[in-house]
C-alpha cells in the first residue's frame, strides 16, 4: 500500500485511472478515502484519480502537530507537487474545501478547477463549537462509542439510515468512524473547530468551480454553499435532494452526474 511523506508526515494515498488530467480528492474529518469509491469508479476511466488520508486519519500517520488548516493547505500543495498532479481538479469535501479553498486562493496555478462538496467558507460557527467540544471530550475519554448515534446523524440524512437497503452501507459507515484513531481524532476536530473563515477572501477565486451540497446537511447547512456562490463569480450551484452532509456516499448517481457536467463543460 503507498505512502509518501509529506511536510514530515507518512500519508497513505491511491492513485488511479488515467487521462490527460488528474483529479485530486480531499476527504471529511473523520472518514477517509474511501468515502469517493463510487467518483473514483465512475471516473477513473477518463482521468488520473489520487486520493489520500489526512494525517491522524484513515492509514495516515498521527504526527505531534499539523493539524490547522494552513498546515493541511501546506501538506495539500507539497502532495500535488510530489505526485505530479499540478494542475489539477481538486475534489474538496467539507474539511477537504476548507483547504480546496485555500489551495484556489494562494495557488491557483497548482488547479484546473474547483469543486467544493458540503463545505463552507465560513469558520465554525460558535453554535457548533460546544457540541463538538463536548462530543470529543466524550469520544476521547469515555470511547466513540458513546456518540457514535449523534455522529451519524450529523454525517447521514434520516433517508439513508433508514432505508433497510443501505444497512450494509451504514453498518460500514458506522465502522469507519468508529476506527478513528483518538488521539488523531482529537488534534484533527480540534484544527476544525478552531480555523480562520476565509470568506473575505473567496472573491479573488477566479477558476471554474462546482459548488455541491445536500439538501439536509446539517453540519455545512446548505446557505453557507449559497453564500460561497453568491462570493465566486465563476461558480455553480447544485442542491442534491434527500441528502445529507456525505453527499458522495449517499448519492452518488447524482453527484457523479454534477461532475460530469462540469469537467466536461471545461
Same mark, same amino acid.
Not at 80 to 107: E, K, N, T, Y
Not at 135 to 150: K, N, T
Given at each position: ?9 507518512? #500519508? !497513505? ?7 490527460? *488530467? ?14 469517493? $469509491? ?8 477518463? !482521468? ?7 494525517? /491522524?486519519?484513515? *492509514?495516515?500517520?498521527?504526527?505531534? $502537530? ?6 493541511? !493547505? ?38 484546473? +478547477?474547483?469543486?467544493? %462538496? ?30 457514535? /448515534? ?11 439510515? &433508514? ?13 469507519? #468512524? ?46 453557507? +454553499?449559497? *453564500? ?7 461558480? &455553480?450551484? %447544485? &442542491?442534491?435532494?434527500?441528502? /445529507?452532509?456525505? &453527499? ?19
Amino acid at each position: 500500500m503507498p505512502h509518501i511523506t509529506i511536510n514530515g508526515a507518512n #500519508l !497513505y494515498y491511491e492513485e488511479e485511472g488515467s487521462g490527460p *488530467q488528474t483529479i485530486v480528492f480531499g476527504h471529511s474529518l473523520l472518514l477517509n478515502l474511501r468515502m469517493f $469509491d463510487d467518483q473514483v469508479a465512475h471516473l477513473k476511466d477518463r !482521468y488520473r484519480c489520487v486520493r489520500f488520508d489526512w494525517r /491522524g486519519q484513515g *492509514q495516515s500517520e498521527v504526527t505531534e $502537530d499539523g493539524y490547522d488548516m494552513d498546515s493541511l !493547505y501546506e501538506d495539500a500543495v507539497a502532495l500535488i507537487a510530489a505526485l505530479d498532479c499540478a494542475p489539477c481538479h481538486w475534489v474538496g469535501f467539507s474539511m477537504g474545501g476548507f483547504v480546496g479553498l485555500r489551495l484556489a486562493i494562494r495557488r491557483p496555478d497548482l488547479l484546473r +478547477s474547483l469543486i467544493l %462538496i458540503d463545505t463552507s467558507a465560513a469558520p465554525e460557527p460558535d453554535r457548533n463549537k460546544w457540541e463538538d467540544r463536548l462530543l470529543l471530550f466524550i469520544a476521547r475519554w469515555l470511547g466513540f462509542r458513546l456518540v457514535i /448515534g449523534s455522529a451519524m446523524k450529523i454525517f447521514f440524512a434520516k433517508k439513508f439510515l &433508514t432505508d433497510p437497503a443501505r444497512k450494509a452501507q451504514v453498518a460500514e459507515w458506522r465502522g469507519h #468512524l468508529l476506527a478513528n484513531d483518538p488521539v488523531g481524532m482529537v488534534r484533527a476536530v480540534k484544527g476544525v473547530i478552531t480555523r480562520q473563515g476565509v470568506l473575505e477572501q473567496i472573491d479573488k477565486i477566479n477558476l471554474p468551480t462546482l459548488i455541491i451540497v445536500g439538501e439536509e446537511d446539517v453540519a455545512t447547512t446548505p446557505d453557507k +454553499s449559497r *453564500q460561497m456562490h453568491a462570493h465566486i463569480t465563476n461558480s &455553480t450551484l %447544485i &442542491t442534491i435532494p434527500d441528502a /445529507g452532509h456525505v &453527499t458522495p456516499v449517499e448519492e452518488p448517481a447524482a453527484v457523479n452526474a454534477a461532475l460530469d457536467d462540469f469537467l466536461m463543460s471545461g
